[in-house]
């Protein structure tokens, strides 16, 4: 096999604080990850120790050079083909622990190898220039959610909004209503905090919600419930299969939110009735709903430690099961009262 030698590009970003340099030798790994983090982009690094992410493109699956030893064992697998739903959440993989080192396979598609104790991850894509953008941001942030995990920042499956300094949480999973409730929150006036990846800090007396600003993803569907969303132009909502994506700055005034202290967690559950309504969450069973909604953490210590943040994340709000009916435009007017007993 012939290698042929190309420059480096190297990208800075820095996440609260701590330092991320993004390394390839691949345009087409370079500009969507760059687009991906583009709020927190920065000139020169500021620590002599970042994370460091190194992601190559290869032609052939042969061509990742990682070698698993005989000690390694599997921790996860999921077989099968990808789903409709998008390879970014459907991907068939193995997660192999191998003297310390994360490998996840994803078979066809490429391999990702974090060392956490190193503050290193390698990603090895097949031919990335036939991938989706979505498929190697998802792929990239995987990589970077293991190793902040080490650095005290945290992540779940949740939209999320601050209005007045108090953070709103909406976690759930595709079908649940999570971005339609988000949408009618921020078109009224919220700011927007992230689309599907928050990030979650403990603070000591309590846990600091983080913007993670990204592109917004909708289905047809959800555009059709906002006129904003239907007389969009095609720049700005983007085709991006299976769903279209656009920036909250590009169709709404609010822009980015603050750090904020999260005040209510809304757990959405799409019901067919005119009317919306509210059922306030024992805080254990909040907590128990709340926990799939964390990304698989291998390590027992970091698991610990994560735990116990979403456990004091439950501790300090509100918590409730959102009944989400046909009203969707005045799904504000059901939460404004609320966020104001929180003040």
Do not use: W
């Not at 420059?7 to 687009?35: C, D, I, K």
């Not at 128990?288 to 291998?298: K, T």
């Not at 456990?311 to 300090?316: F, P, V």
């Amino acid at each position: 096999m012939t290698v042929v030698e190309r420059p480096l590009s190297e990208l800075h970003f820095s996440l609260y604080g701590t330092q991320v340099r993004y390394v390839t030798a691949s345009p087409v790994l370079a500009t969507p990850v760059n687009e991906f983090l583009r709020h927190f982009r920065q000139e020169v690094l500021q620590s002599s120790v970042p994370l460091t992410l190194y992601f190559h493109a290869v032609d052939h699956r042969a061509d990742i050079p990682v070698i698993i030893s005989s000690s390694a064992h599997q921790l996860a697998i999921k077989i099968g083909a990808a789903g409709e739903g998008g390879p970014e959440t459907d991907l068939p993989y193995e997660v192999i622990l191998d003297d310390g080192r994360l490998i996840a396979d994803f078979f066809g598609v490429g391999v990702l190898v974090v060392d956490s104790a190193k503050g290193r991850a390698d990603g090895y894509l097949i031919n990335p220039q036939m991938m989706p953008d979505g498929l190697i941001e998802y792929l990239f942030h995987l990589a970077l959610t293991e190793l902040l995990r080490r650095r005290g920042l945290y992540t779940i499956h949740a939209t999320a909004l601050e209005k007045n300094g108090r953070g709103v949480l909406i976690p759930g999973n595709s079908g649940r209503g999570k971005t339609t409730s988000f949408l009618s929150l921020l078109r009224s006036g919220y700011r927007y905090l992230s689309d599907d990846h928050p990030l979650l800090r403990d603070a000591g007396t309590h846990i600091d919600l983080l913007p993670f600003p990204i592109k917004i993803n909708v289905t047809e569907q959800t555009v059709g419930f906002f006129p904003e969303l239907r007389t969009a132009s095609a720049e700005v909502l983007q085709p991006r299969f299976p769903k279209r994506a656009f920036y909250a700055e590009d169709l709404y005034p609010t822009s980015t939110g603050d750090c904020c202290r999260p005040a209510l967690v809304l757990f959405p559950h799409v019901i067919d009735a005119p009317h919306s309504h509210l059922e306030l969450l024992p805080k254990s069973r909040a907590l128990e709903i709340l926990l799939p909604q964390a990304l698989l953490v291998y390590d027992s210590e970091v698991a610990k430690r994560e735990f116990q943040v979403l456990a004091k994340l439950i501790k300090q709000v509100d918590c409730y099961r959102l009944h989400f009916g046909r009203d969707i435009l005045e799904l504000p007017q059901l939460i404004a009262p609320l966020l104001e007993e929180r003040m």
